[in-house]
């Protein structure tokens, strides 16, 4: 069984920084792909930013030259910084991994539960 489990989410004021966190345990054989999506009230889920085992980078241009994607691979943890936030960078964040199960011989996607960023002054 594979779980995701995020972290660091909170309340920051606008301009603020906060790091998020997300790490795959159970029985894994490989990941490849990992990465951040958000939903803020109203919306639909977005792609906000992901890092292959290559490793390459993909940021939304809502995000670019702000948040900063990076990954643990011995940890089987991905890292989003989020720097300069802005109200509109207000959602439920969530991890997604595509993940190669031990017992298994595809890969598919599993996500975390998500973490909640608020940014308010």
């Known amino acids: 069984q594979v779980q995701l489990v995020e972290s660091g989410g909170g309340l920051v004021q606008p301009g603020g920084s906060l790091r998020l966190s997300c790490t795959a345990s159970?029985?894994?054989?490989?990941?490849?792909?990992m990465g951040w999506y958000r939903q803020a009230p109203g919306k639909e889920r977005e792609l906000v930013a992901t890092?292959?085992?290559?490793?390459?980078?993909y940021y939304a241009d809502s995000v670019k030259g702000r948040f900063t994607i990076s990954r643990d691979n011995a940890k089987n943890t991905v890292y989003l910084q989020m720097n300069s936030l802005k109200p509109e960078d207000t959602a439920v964040y969530y991890c997604?991994?595509?993940?190669?199960?031990?017992?298994?011989?595809?890969?598919?996607?599993?996500w975390g539960e998500g973490t909640l960023v608020t940014v308010s002054s």
């Open positions: 159970g029985t894994i054989f490989s990941i490849n792909a």
């Open positions: 890092t292959t085992s290559g490793p390459s980078t």
């Open positions: 997604k991994a595509r993940i190669r199960p031990r017992y298994g011989t595809e890969y598919r996607d599993y």
